[in-house]
């Protein structure tokens, strides 16, 4: 059971460039998230899925967009790169909205 | 604005005694209180969940919660190294949505051998 999983786990961007994070859960569950981790800012929310079929946006959404592909998939998309966007990446997936469970991360750095 | 409030630390404690971690929160229609364990470069872990007033045990682990107060706690006993990481406290500040959790910036927590 291989849980939350995240690809790429690492990457380096320069400035401008777009990317998409990729996330796929197997736990047949229903709530997906996008949170970036900063040094003394904790985990702050970008975009969430709270079923199939919906996004909604999070603390910090601005340079991103998100597509819920299906059931199973939730991708973060940045469009244009820029240093601000360097942090550390997690989905997390949710059956009820309560106990998440998260991926590996993805450690983003944006020069 | 909704917060959930962690002392950053470090927090030192002596291998084999009690550890204990605070959280506070602001919003009073939260139902659901979770700690979760992050070890460094490593994603974060759930250990505990706490729905009701009260303690809750789960091995050398207790969550306790106080809705009044507005005040969650983890207890670790008998603390070993392999203990030593940060401590994130997450609310689900929406009274039960799946509109995501609101994390601490987590507790630093360092057992001393």
């Known amino acids: 059971n291989a849980g939350v999983t995240q690809t790429p786990k690492f990457q380096v961007l320069k400035t401008g460039q777009s990317m998409t994070l990729q996330c796929a859960q197997d736990?047949?569950?229903?709530?997906m998230y996008w949170y970036r981790q900063d040094p003394g800012m904790g985990l702050r929310l970008i975009y969430y899925?709270?079923?199939?079929?919906?996004?909604d946006k999070g603390e910090v959404p601005n340079g991103y967009n998100v597509s819920r592909l299906n059931k199973r998939e939730f991708s973060l998309r940045l469009e244009s790169a820029a240093p601000s966007q360097t942090s550390v990446y997690f989905c997390?997936?949710?059956?009820?909205?309560?106990?998440?469970?998260f991926g590996q991360g993805t450690r983003l750095t944006v020069v | 604005q909704k917060e959930v409030e962690q002392n950053s630390g470090p927090l030192s404690v002596p291998e084999g005694a009690i550890a204990s971690l605070n959280c506070t929160y602001s919003?009073?229609?939260?139902?659901?209180f979770f700690w979760y364990r992050q070890y460094s470069g490593k994603s974060p872990e759930l250990i505990m969940s706490?729905?009701?007033?009260g303690d809750k045990e789960d091995g050398r682990f207790t969550a306790q919660l106080n809705k009044a107060s507005q005040y969650v706690s983890l207890l670790i006993r008998d603390s070993q190294p392999s203990d030593s990481a940060t401590y994130l406290c997450?609310?689900?500040?929406?009274?039960?949505?799946?509109?995501?959790?609101?994390f601490g910036k987590g507790t630093h927590l360092i057992i001393q051998p």
């Open positions: 706490i729905y009701s007033n």
């Open positions: 997450a609310v689900n500040l929406s009274g039960g949505g799946a509109d995501g959790l609101t």
């Open positions: 736990m047949n569950h229903n709530s």
């Open positions: 997390a997936s949710s059956l009820t909205g309560d106990e998440a469970f």
């Open positions: 899925s709270a079923s199939e079929g919906t996004t």
């Open positions: 919003d009073r229609v939260s139902q659901s």
